[in-house]
């Protein structure tokens, strides 16, 4: 019997720690770990730098209130500032939040220039935005928001990908556009450079803002800091988290001086968000990831992942239907069961995890070794010739 509720669907294996991709279960088995606690676990597990960035940090202050100066916060804004389109950053503690906050952000934007009545967010039908009130109505899934009305109103949608559905659906009202970049959860889908440059031209037109998730796919994840990079169009306002605090909880949304100027004192808080603990994790993590090579790396390995996958599609068409993705943010749409799947991939010691639309999602972390993505495609392709 088990005191915790039963909001998750939870697999028989518990760890007792973890190194670089591997995963170490309480009965001594070692796990492959290419889900890293759904694209958190950035630089792997028990990362020296990380260890030691924490353990510092730990003997000198934890927490102080946002009444005060943070300079840790000060320097992890700055560099993300420094690399990305953003002029200003407000950190919070994970993803829903961050979104909550660039919804907040958007609305407030447009009362502060006097038209209150543009408040409506248009997203995809379908998708993922994190589990807090406002994120499951933005998401426009039935299975989500089953049976928690009343109904967060001041949504839209339009369909995946459908500059027509979505053209349709803009109105006087329409405040932002609000969508990940390349869709995680919803099952690995990614936009065609081309849609999102569309997107942004009915943006620029209509004074309507551009928010891209970027909580799943963002930090590195897609092979560029940010996967909006890809299609060279800037946003004014980009939520993040996952991979930013390698593990800590960390989210941030980053902004346009234009959006953030609305952002005066009282508008919004965070009691942990930004605190020094978790503000000097995330500048490691960032170094990182800035390192020259690491982002070509990913992209790399990602290159050879996906083009090694796709053979196994060929040689295996009726277990693999599609191989879907960006970066390291890789799906396999199966066309067997899926939680049978990926049972069977975790009984030989790969971890991966589901998405949307019976994928398989491989979240590896961004600094796997060839010859761990060369295991992962060797217990794969076993898995498959077992169909
Ligand atoms: C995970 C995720 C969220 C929610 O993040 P939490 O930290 O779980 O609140 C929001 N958006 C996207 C795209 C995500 O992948």
Redo the contacts with the bound molecule.
């Keep these: 019997m088990s005191y915790l509720a039963s909001n998750y669907k939870r697999r028989n294996i518990s760890f007792k720690k973890g190194k670089g991709s591997y995963l170490i279960s309480t009965n001594g088995k070692r796990y492959l770990d290419f889900l890293s606690g759904?694209?958190v676990n950035t630089l792997g597990h028990s990362n020296p730098k990380l260890i030691k960035a924490l353990n510092l940090q730990a003997k000198k202050v934890w927490h102080v209130s946002n009444s005060f100066q943070i300079p840790e916060g000060e320097l992890l804004a700055k560099k993300l500032a420094n690399k990305t389109f953003a002029d200003k950053v407000i950190f919070v503690n994970?993803?829903?939040?961050?979104?909550e906050t660039a919804i907040k952000i958007a609305r407030r934007y447009f009362y502060s220039i006097g038209k209150p009545n543009k408040n409506r967010i248009l997203c995809i039908k379908n998708s993922?935005?994190?589990?807090?009130l406002a994120?499951i109505f933005a998401s426009g899934s039935k299975k989500m928001t089953e049976g928690f009305g009343p109904k967060v109103s001041g949504f839209d949608h339009f369909l995946y990908s459908d500059l027509n559905s979505l053209k349709k659906k803009i109105t006087k009202r329409t405040a932002a556009i609000f969508f990940?970049t390349a869709?995680?959860?919803s099952g690995i889908k990614v936009h065609s450079k081309k849609f999102l440059k569309e997107v942004k031209k009915i943006c620029d037109k209509k004074n309507i803002l551009l928010i891209l998730?970027?909580?799943?796919?963002g930090i590195g994840r897609s092979g560029k800091f940010f996967a909006y990079e890809y299609a060279n169009v800037k946003p004014d306002i980009v939520?993040i988290?996952?991979g930013i605090g390698g593990g800590f909880?960390i989210?941030a949304v980053l902004m346009t001086k234009k959006v953030s100027n609305c952002m005066v004192p009282g508008t919004h808080g965070s009691t942990y968000g930004g605190n020094p603990l978790a503000m000097t994790i995330g500048n490691v993590v960032i170094d990182e990831v800035f390192k020259k090579g690491f982002l070509g790396n990913v992209r790399k390995n990602s290159k050879y992942f996906l083009k090694e996958l796709n053979n196994l599609k060929k040689h295996y068409p009726k277990v693999i239907k599609e191989i879907r993705g960006i970066g390291l943010l890789i799906g396999i749409q199966v066309n067997v069961d899926l939680a049978d799947f990926i049972n069977k991939l975790t009984l030989n010691r790969l971890l991966t995890i589901r998405a949307a639309e019976n994928v398989v999602r491989i979240l590896p972390p961004l600094n796997v070794k060839k010859k761990e993505i060369d295991l992962a495609l060797k217990i794969i392709n076993k898995v498959c010739s077992e169909y």
Excluded: L, W
Aim: proline share 7%.
């Design positions: 759904i694209a994970s993803g829903a939040e961050a979104n993922f935005h994190g589990r807090t994120n990940e869709m995680g959860e998730d970027e909580v799943q796919c939520p988290a996952k909880p989210g």
